[in-house]
């Protein structure tokens, strides 16, 4: 029987910004559960975001310039969509080296042969 392995949440927390951040660069602007259902479908399902998780991190991206909303009206609904500002779209490459140096590290640290 095939079991879905998924991630610890805690793990997730520490990269979920830049996660973030890496999503809105590749596909402009998205709103909240769009995201969700990206990185669920690009981990196979082993990260599930939650709306406890996500929102409080794009508010805080929000609060420190990296990104704008965009509300937009579809019937009696009104969706909030998130894009980068230019220091967001300048600062996603910093948080994607950042992450990889750190996994570098991980690997190193926990003497893991990284999977080619």
Known sequence: ???????????????????????????????GYEITQKVKELSAGKLVL?????YPTLHKLEAEGLLVTERESFGKRVRKYYKLTETGRSSVL???????????????????????
Do not use: C, S
Not at 50 to 54: D, I, K, S
Not at 94 to 116: G, S, Y
């Open 1 to 31: 029987m095939y079991r879905r392995i998924m991630h610890n949440p805690e793990l997730l927390k520490g990269t979920l910004q830049t996660i973030i951040l890496k999503l809105l660069e590749d596909h402009g602007r998205m709103y």
């Open 50 to 54: 939650t709306e406890g998780a996500l």
């Open 94 to 116: 910093t948080k994607v080296n950042e992450f990889e140096a750190f996994i570098r590290t991980m690997f190193h640290v926990l003497q893991i042969q990284p999977q080619l």
